[in-house]
């Protein structure tokens, strides 16, 4: 739910380059020091937040995707902005707006990461914009499991649950916790990169409300509720094309289609036979991702989200002056086994068809990361 400009306004560039510089070289007291500068001089908290902040984390991303920042750098930079928030949230200049706009509270909201999702920084972002703008906010952070955020819901009654999610493989998951609180009678409001361009997938999984960034959710809600779900609700009545039962072929036999492509997968490419046993855990685990990507758009039936995947693999790979026709075997294997599913025929078809076309630098993470198969390696 973070805003995704690509560089702060021109009177945040100084500041900007401090906090930078900061979270690249690792020093958390630095980056702290250069907000709590920005906020002695009179800046606002939610701007420095989401001009500042928000994106120089979209920037981490993008410089890690073209292989400018390693992955220890990437997940320092992550830790230190959601350090910085915290402490930002303390400083004597948002205390004193806090108090001045004390009394009753907007009304509660609880803001929550997907199962499974461990990029919480946008959570965090949203959690606090909104209290600063005088809500009532229960953050719980990041990977919150359906059953826990229930409990939470009918012990605290918040007027509206905020779900975030960046990665698109947790859509299934994002599906059953939107229908989940709304059978407690709680709306939704959804945000995330996992979303897709304009939220496109949150109508789809029925969420009452979808914002690109916490500036807009935050106006959202201020406008008044959301409305109310239908008292009686199935998350299978919302994806009809679910019947086909591919999707959960596929999920339910993902294992195996890993091992078979990972057992067939040297005679395809031949430099795995000198592979590490390292390189051949990251191969096991990158075919993975290519699977439950491919789950993922079965599941929201968009050809778009699993091409868009394999573009973005593709050009990881050539970021790191790693053939991306190294791709290829894998999907050409697991199209062998899916022969008989038209859906997951197609899109692998298209996909393969993406890898094979001119590729943009790189941009965002909609994965984990990449090794093995996908693994800068030496001859």
Known sequence: MIRTAEEPPAEFDDRAKALWDAIVGGDEYAAADAMAAALDEGAAAETLLLEVIAPLQARVGREWAANRLTVAQEHTATAINERVIGTMAYHPAVRRGMQRRAGAPRGRVAVACIDGEWHALPARILAEVLRLRGWQVDYLGAQVPTPHLISHVHRTNPAVVALSSS?????????????????????????????????????????????????????????????????????????????????????????????????????????????????????????????????????????????????????????????????????????????????????????????????????????????GLFEERTA
């Open 167 to 371: 990665i698109a493989t947790r859509l299934p998951a994002a599906h059953a916790a939107i229908t989940a609180c709304q059978v407690t009678g709680t709306p939704v409001m959804v945000g995330g990169a996992a979303y897709g361009p304009g939220g496109r997938y949150a109508s789809l999984l029925g969420a009452d409300g979808w914002a690109p960034d916490a500036r807009a959710a935050a106006a959202r809600l201020a406008e008044g509720p959301l409305p109310k779900p239908p008292p009686v609700h199935q998350a299978v009545d919302d994806l009809p094309h679910l019947a086909d039962q591919e999707y959960t072929h596929i999920t339910r036999t993902a294992p195996g289609l890993v091992r078979h492509v990972l057992a067939e997968l040297e005679s395809r490419f031949p430099a795995m036979a000198d592979y590490t046993d390292r390189q051949r855990r990251h191969t096991a685990e990158d075919i993975a991702h290519i699977v439950d990507f491919l789950g993922a758009a079965l599941y929201v039936d968009d050809p778009d989200l699993f091409t868009g995947f394999a573009g973005w693999i593709a050009g990881i790979l050539a970021a790191r002056d790693v053939p991306v026709h190294s791709l290829l075997p894998a999907l050409d294997l697991l199209a062998e086994q899916l022969v008989d599913y038209p859906r997951a025929a197609d899109l692998l078809s298209r996909a393969r068809d993406t890898v094979r076309s001119p590729l943009p630098e790189p941009t965002g993470t909609p994965s984990e990361g990449v090794g």
